[in-house]
């Protein structure tokens, strides 16, 4: 097949006829396209008054080494980069015993790739099925009752589940289409595969991750929910743990835990087990209208459905040296509580797939490392984030409410007394507040400049009215399992590896789960027959 990039089509053409766009641009006939697929599909809203769609087209044409000796701008044979093993054709060892520790994107796609290879595995994960899961994060949002086990951090599908299920990744990784093509057939729109910063959405993720645990268990695996590991010891003949107060030894475990299991990260490192802190980011979730982040960014054509909601990605370098970025932006939805401890508060963001609620959030946050610390221990990180984060629970009254205010008000350093067009979505109920006293000086001064910044990137972004709620401290997990990069396993727990967001080896939904399938695949290739 040809691949045709650059592909440009008007919104307002409702119907796009490709063949005849193809034969034009490749000097054919229409009767010699004999099939066309998007390969990917991109927005260029450069021109407000004249917005494209941009398509990546795979083309099927009669006459192909013909074309190709043209040299068409934009057209190149395809270069096929599947990910073909097929583990199914493998004959593999039934006699090793295998745990999964974690049933997040890497833990899931983890015990995916094993089972689709036919090797049965054991599946620990600390939280709930997903649909009890939702009855609890709702207790949680109407009642102020925290479940410690199971949250919007811990449970089926891990704390993707309940972000908006975006798909955004920076890696090639082959595994990367197999992974949409797993998600597509759980019940993932089939668009997820070409379409630019793809997402599912929280209300169809829960679905999808419903699907691919019934796929998992269909082909011989073991799923146990509400089951917390609490202890994990290297052993010669393999790995102890200890889960409900029984103890059982396997020959390998994936340790797929997430970025807020600080308590099994504290539990490993009293064992000994080798780990290091790392820098992070931590910050607040920004509010707008949509319908202002619409026009800023599509203009008069704000109004146009087939847009969908606007996003956007900002960044800024600030002149005491850290970086001020946004992160895990929601477009048309909610800011959510996201405690997964007693007496702390933290708060996310998330979006349903029609992306239809008022509001936009997103993340707002600076870089911090050991100097913000104050320590180089390991687990250094881990006491700032809860620092914060107790900070936060006190600021918003000692009852899960979060606490807000006005980006004017941040900037003049003075207590929110009133809200302005931009109303909060928190769920649980909010308290007026002046979040300058949750962080340094230093990291004030990068928020200052950072908004400042943003706000002439995009017009109305740090308005008197947008809303900051406190506190986003669990972007990513603030330590590393480190591992050896060939064998994957722990520096110093034999047959213990690491794996994904909490370990320090992921970043997101995609990665955290190629990382999972990287991880099965290593132990797949020690126990062929």
Same mark, same amino acid.
């Given at each position: 097949m040809l691949l045709v990039s650059q592909v440009k089509v008007r919104i307002s053409v409702v119907n796009v006829d490709f063949v005849t766009i193809l034969a034009k641009k490749l000097n054919t006939s229409k009767d010699n396209i004999l099939d066309v697929r998007i390969d990917k599909r991109s927005i260029d809203a450069r021109r407000k008054d004249d917005i494209f769609f941009v398509y990546n087209l795979l083309v099927k044409v009669k006459g192909e080494k013909a074309i190709l000796t043209k040299r068409i701008p934009n057209v190149v044979k395809n270069v096929v980069k599947e990910y073909i093993t097929d583990h199914s054709k493998i004959e593999y060892r039934q006699d090793k015993k295998i745990a999964i520790i974690g049933f997040g994107p890497a833990g899931m796609f983890s015990a995916l790739t094993f089972a689709e290879?036919?090797?049965? *595995? +054991?599946?620990?994960?600390?939280? %709930?099925?997903?649909? =009890?899961?939702?009855?609890?994060? @709702? #207790?949680?949002?109407?009642?102020?009752?925290?479940?410690?086990?199971?949250?919007?951090?811990?449970?089926?599908?891990?704390?993707?589940?309940?972000?908006?299920?975006?798909?955004?990744?920076?890696?090639?990784?082959?595994?990367?289409?197999?992974?949409?093509?797993?998600?597509?057939e759980a019940g993932a729109p089939e668009e997820i595969q070409y379409v630019h910063n793809p997402h599912i959405g929280t209300d169809k993720l829960v679905k999808v991750v419903k699907n691919i645990r019934k796929k998992i268990i269909s082909l011989g695996s073991t799923i146990h929910f509400n089951s917390k *590991? +609490?202890?994990?010891?290297?052993? %010669?003949?393999?790995? =102890?743990?200890?889960?409900?107060? @029984? #103890?059982e030894i396997f020959d390998f475990a994936i340790l797929a835990i997430g970025h807020s299991s600080r308590d099994t990260i504290e539990m490993l490192y009293k064992n000994s087990c080798d780990i290091v802190q790392k820098p992070f980011a931590v910050g607040f979730r920004v509010e707008h209208k949509q319908s202002m982040i619409n026009k800023v960014?599509?203009?008069?054509?704000?109004?146009?459905?087939?847009?969908?909601?606007?996003?956007?990605?900002?960044?800024?370098?600030?002149?005491?040296?850290?970086?001020?970025?946004?992160?895990?932006?929601?477009?048309?939805?909610?800011?959510?509580?996201?405690?997964?401890?007693?007496?702390?508060?933290?708060?996310?963001?998330?979006?349903?797939? @029609?992306?239809?609620?008022?509001?936009?959030?997103?993340?707002?946050?600076?870089?911090?490392?050991?100097?913000?610390?104050g320590s180089d221990h390991p687990l250094a990180g881990i006491k700032f984030q809860r620092d914060l984060e107790k900070k936060a629970f006190n600021l918003g009254g000692n009852d899960y409410n979060a606490p807000v205010q006005?980006?004017?008000?941040?900037?003049?350093?003075?207590?929110?007394?009133?809200?302005?067009?931009?109303?909060?979505?928190?769920?649980?109920?909010?308290?007026?507040?002046?979040?300058?006293?949750?962080?340094?000086?230093?990291?004030?001064?990068?928020?200052?400049?950072?908004l400042t910044n943003m706000g002439r990137k995009i017009k109305g972004f740090d308005s008197a009215d947008a809303l900051l709620t406190g506190v986003e401290s669990r972007s990513s997990s603030p330590v590393r399992i480190l591992r050896n990069k060939e064998s994957l396993e722990s520096n110093n727990f034999r047959h213990l590896y690491p794996t994904g967001e909490g370990a320090g080896y992921a970043g997101g939904i995609v990665s955290a789960a190629i990382d999972g399938i990287k991880v099965s695949e290593k132990i797949l290739s020690t126990i062929v027959k």
């Open positions: 290879a036919g090797v049965k *595995v +054991t599946v620990f994960e600390r939280g %709930e099925a997903v649909d =009890e899961r939702v009855k609890t994060i @709702k #207790k949680f949002n109407t009642q102020r009752i925290l479940n410690t086990e199971s949250n919007i951090q811990f449970g089926e599908g891990g704390a993707g589940t309940f972000s908006d299920g975006k798909l955004y990744a920076r890696t090639k990784d082959v595994r990367g289409k197999w992974l949409f093509k797993q998600l597509v *590991v +609490t202890n994990v010891l290297p052993k %010669e003949s393999g790995i =102890e743990l200890s889960v409900n107060g @029984k #103890k960014q599509f203009g008069q054509s704000a109004s146009n459905d087939v847009l969908g909601a606007a996003e956007y990605k900002l960044t800024y370098q600030s002149t005491n040296s850290r970086g001020v970025y946004t992160f895990c932006m929601c477009p048309g939805g909610l800011v959510v509580p996201a405690a997964s401890e007693e007496g702390l508060l933290v708060v996310n963001g998330m979006s349903e797939y @029609k992306r239809d609620k008022i509001n936009s959030n997103s993340a707002v946050l600076v870089t911090v490392n050991e100097n913000d610390f006005t980006v004017a008000d941040y900037l003049n350093n003075k207590t929110t007394t009133k809200l302005g067009n931009v109303l909060p979505s928190y769920a649980i109920g909010v308290k007026l507040a002046n979040l300058r006293t949750l962080f340094s000086d230093d990291i004030n001064k990068a928020f200052i400049e950072g």
